[in-house]
Structure formats: structure tokens, C-alpha cells
């Protein structure tokens, strides 16, 4: 389990550079998810890798950290959020400048 | 327990929250509340100052929950000194701002300032890493609205490259993060002592 958690967290982490590094806005925008999906994982898997353990203390010997779980959740959110507000804005770029490249090139706008 | 420690964060929150609801549209009340709020930012981060000269250095645990399960607010003097100089620099923004006619540019640009303001104070103010990513996330989400504050493709593209470059530093910030928090067995600022290990 540790081997697969850690090649998904590495393969999405790949995944997500390769798409960032894209031109148009979009892929950049799915690259930065992919990237916000690894760092959960891996925000999840700092708590140890526990199977079949409640996240309760003195509920089950051994138990499940419960803190890393509620972090993952509040980073959940937050990408959650910055992924809609850069979506929001994408869209009200490509729509004011008529293309959706994200590098700043002076002569597009003209 | 010195409650006002967390009033550096409510204040601007509460102000922000009613000059969207309240004053929507009305520029020149909008500024004045501003400006009051900020004053009074200015003379409670002052007080925090004297408090932390004076008395040391103190934690404040909202809602009373135990350090690793709540959040924790610490005043020491770096962090009142922090909170006093971002006041100061705030009336000085707000005070530039109104003066150029800046604010009246777009539509939300003060109750916008004030949630930025609300960020960094809790950044300045928080006491485990977790958290100061959360009070980071909340100021920095201001700020994306002060970037494109006033419109126009040039500033929206610009904005786009301003949140992209802040999406990736926040998911490196996490993969700092992942690690120092896991704290097992040693303890760490987010997981102290008292707590029993986790299993292996």
C-alpha cells in the first residue's frame, strides 16, 4: 500500500508539472489541480497509513491519526476554492483579451 | 485570558462583512468605515504592543480547545510588532487609496482591504504552521481581488499568472508542511507531548 500511495502521489505531482508548464490556460489550470491532488495525498499519508483503524483514540489499538484527516479536509477546501476563482478568472480573461494563453505577450493584445 | 488578542482579526472581518451587506455601493460611508476601522486596528495593535512588552508572551486558544485540536494564537513581541506595523502601513494604503481615487475604480475595494487586513493579522498572529497556511489562503484570496481590482484584460491576464504562481507556492508550502506536521514520535508545535503515540 505505502508503493502505490507513493507512485499516485508522484505520478500526479508529474502529471501536474507537465500540465503547468502548458501554454493555455486551461491545461495550467488542470495541472494545478493535479498538483493540489498530490499534495493532499500526501498531506493524507503524513499520518501514517493505518487500514482498518478508526480515527479515534482508545476506540481501536491501533488507531488512525485524526489530525492529518482533518487538515487534508481544510486543504481540500481551500484548492477547492482557489480552483474556482482561478477558473472565474481564466474565463473573464479569455473573453476580454479573445485567446487564452497565459504568458504575458504585449503584442496579443493589440 | 487577554481577548483582545483576537481582535485584530474579528475587527476587519465584522467591518468588511458590514460594509458588503450594509453599505454596498456607497462609496463614501464605505470609506469612512474604513478609515475607522483602521484607526481602531491602530490603537488596539498599539495596546497589544505594551501588552506584550510588559507582560511577555501569550496564547490565546479559541473556544478553549487544547493546542493540537483548536487554534492557537500566540502574541509575542515579534508578532505585536508585526500587527502594529501592518496597521500602520494600512492607514497608509487606505489613506493613499481614497486620496488617488483608486477605491472608486471598481466596486469592492475596501471591504476587500479589510479582509486582506483580517489575513495578515491572523498570519501575523496564529500559532501552529497549519493555520498560518489558512490565514495566508484568506489573504491571499483578497488580494486576487485587489489585482484585478478595476478590470481590463491586461490586469485579468496579469491576475491569472498572480494565482497560479500562488496555487503552486501554497501546494509546496503543504509539501513543507506534510512532513513537520506528521510529528511521530517526537513532538512538534502542532502535536505535543501529551498526546499518546501513533501506531507505527
Known sequence: ?110 | MNHWIIAPVVLPAFVAAVMVIMLRGQLDLQRIASLAAILALNAIALALLWSAATRGPEAYFLGDWPAPFGIVLVLDQLSALMVALLAALALICALYAIGSGWDARGAHFHPLLMFLLMGIAGAFLTGDAFNLFVFFEVLLIASYGLMIHGGGPARTRAGIQYVAFNLIGSSLFLFGLAPCSSGCPEPTPMRPASLPPCSP
Do not use: W
Open chain 1, 1 to 110: 500500500m505505502e508503493a502505490l500511495l507513493a507512485s499516485a502521489i508522484g505520478l500526479l505531482t508529474a502529471v501536474g508539472i507537465y500540465l503547468m508548464l502548458r501554454q493555455r490556460t486551461f491545461p495550467v489550470i488542470l495541472g494545478l489541480t493535479f498538483l493540489s491532488y498530490a499534495v493532499n495525498l500526501f498531506l493524507f499519508a503524513s499520518g501514517r497509513l493505518a487500514v482498518n483503524a478508526a480515527p479515534i483514540i482508545g476506540l481501536t489499538k491501533p488507531y488512525a491519526d485524526p489530525l492529518p484527516q482533518a487538515l487534508v479536509l481544510t486543504a481540500i477546501v481551500i484548492s477547492f476554492g482557489m480552483t474556482a476563482v482561478i477558473m472565474i478568472m481564466a474565463i473573464g480573461g479569455y473573453l476580454s483579451a479573445g485567446h487564452d494563453r497565459i504568458d504575458l505577450d504585449r503584442g496579443a493584445d493589440e
